[in-house]
């Protein structure tokens, strides 16, 4: 069952309410609630110096993607060992309800905000919006578009793995396994996330360097298996030439191993499949010969987000992107690789 934005403000505002340390942190003096309420901070507000905190958490519900569900836990997790606070619904599974779900942590004055943005230009104006509340935001694994928010100017930082490298290395792997020449099918992620704009943008630029390989097409399989099988046997049977796919993520890759065997073709033999993530199945997959390489994209990423909290509300200046580097796993490691995985 989802929780609605009405609920939810209700339940952030009476978290608010009964602890202590909502105070919010502007440039310079430390008001009450009440008075933060008529600020409007012009950059990114500092952070008060406290033992614990109130983090405002917005994730993305994908009950179906073993990375999105890890990467939630991991940041559950990484609070509570902590001690902090974390105010989420487990539940955001669109743009819209991200919107009312920062402004509702907005409202509730939590003393910063972690947010995985589902769409890098919709949620920008929420990261501005808390900006000038004089609430400090991190983004998690993904980020927003840079001309609307600026990190270090609109919010402090993003902490994840840089996507247009992951589509460079993915893009140069098979490069190199194809000998230059291949003709691509590429499953795009979620339309607007920065991860598949990026992935895409790096893929396609180092694809588009060499003659004898084309992107013949390119859609978005929303990082849903089942969408991305049906998509896939549908791209082939209008591209039957096509010898290799390069899907944004590993569940979308293994739903590709599928289609390719409905058609009647060998993954791993007629079609080579790249991809990105690190799911254990999927790794096994590529131990079987079906799927060829994956960028290893590690979803445990609450670590280092807070780690970038606490630096910042110790007084420290925090890079405006915090890259977690990844690598390349295929069959020449991925048996060795295996205890990394989720």
């Keep these: 069952m989802k929780t609605g934005a009405a609920s939810l403000a209700v339940a952030l505002t009476m978290v608010c309410g009964f602890m202590a340390g909502c105070n919010r942190s502007a440039v310079g003096d430390s008001p009450t609630s009440e008075s933060a309420a008529a600020l409007d901070c012009a950059t990114v507000p500092l952070m008060a110096r406290k033992a614990t905190y109130t983090i405002?958490?917005?994730?993305?519900?994908?009950?179906?993607?073993?990375?999105?569900?890890?990467?939630?836990?991991?940041?559950?997790?990484?609070?509570?060992?902590?001690?902090?606070?974390?105010?989420?619904?487990?539940?955001?599974?669109?743009?819209?309800?991200?919107?009312?779900?920062?402004?509702?942590?907005?409202?509730?004055?939590?003393?910063?905000?972690?947010?995985?943005?589902?769409?890098?230009?919709?949620?920008?104006?929420?990261?501005?919006?808390?900006?000038?509340?004089?609430?400090?935001?991190?983004?998690?694994?993904r980020f927003v578009d840079s001309t609307r928010a600026s990190p270090g100017k609109d919010?402090?930082?993003?902490?994840?793995?840089?996507?247009?490298?992951?589509?460079?290395?993915?893009?140069?792997?098979?490069?190199?396994?194809?000998?230059?020449?291949?003709?691509?099918?590429?499953?795009?992620?979620?339309?607007?996330?920065?991860?598949?704009?990026?992935?895409?943008?790096?893929?396609?630029?180092?694809?588009?360097?060499?003659?004898?390989?084309?992107?013949?097409a390119s859609q978005a399989g929303d990082f849903e298996r089942a969408k991305a099988r049906a998509l896939v046997r549908q791209l082939l049977a209008e591209n039957p030439t096509a010898n290799a796919i390069f899907a944004h993520g590993d569940v979308m890759a293994l739903g590709a191993v599928s289609a390719v065997q409905d058609v009647g073709k060998i993954p791993g033999k007629?079609?080579?499949?790249?991809?990105?993530?690190?799911?254990?199945?999927?790794?096994?997959?590529?131990?079987?010969?079906?799927?060829?390489?994956?960028?290893?994209n590690d979803p445990r990423l609450g670590a280092p987000s807070f780690d970038a909290i606490e630096h910042y509300s110790a007084g420290h200046a925090v890079a405006p992107r915090l890259i977690v580097p990844g690598h390349i796993i295929d069959r020449t490691n991925a048996a060795a690789l295996m205890g990394e995985t989720f």
């Design 56 to 141: 405002g958490f917005v994730p993305i519900y994908e009950p179906n993607n073993p990375w999105g569900i890890t990467n939630t836990n991991d940041v559950i997790l990484e609070a509570a060992s902590r001690g902090d606070k974390l105010v989420y619904s487990p539940f955001v599974g669109d743009v819209a309800e991200q919107i009312a779900q920062m402004q509702a942590l907005v409202d509730a004055r939590v003393d910063a905000i972690l947010l995985r943005p589902m769409d890098a230009t919709a949620l920008a104006s929420s990261v501005v919006a808390a900006r000038k509340a004089c609430i400090p935001v991190f983004t998690e694994n």
């Design 155 to 216: 919010y402090v930082t993003g902490v994840g793995a840089d996507p247009e490298l992951q589509g460079r290395m993915v893009a140069d792997w098979l490069i190199t396994a194809t000998a230059g020449n291949a003709t691509i099918l590429e499953i795009e992620g979620t339309s607007g996330s920065s991860s598949a704009i990026g992935r895409k943008q790096g893929f396609d630029a180092q694809i588009a360097s060499q003659p004898a390989m084309k992107v013949a």
């Design 270 to 296: 007629d079609v080579t499949i790249v991809s990105i993530d690190g799911l254990k199945e999927a790794v096994q997959s590529v131990l079987e010969g079906k799927i060829a390489a994956i960028e290893f």
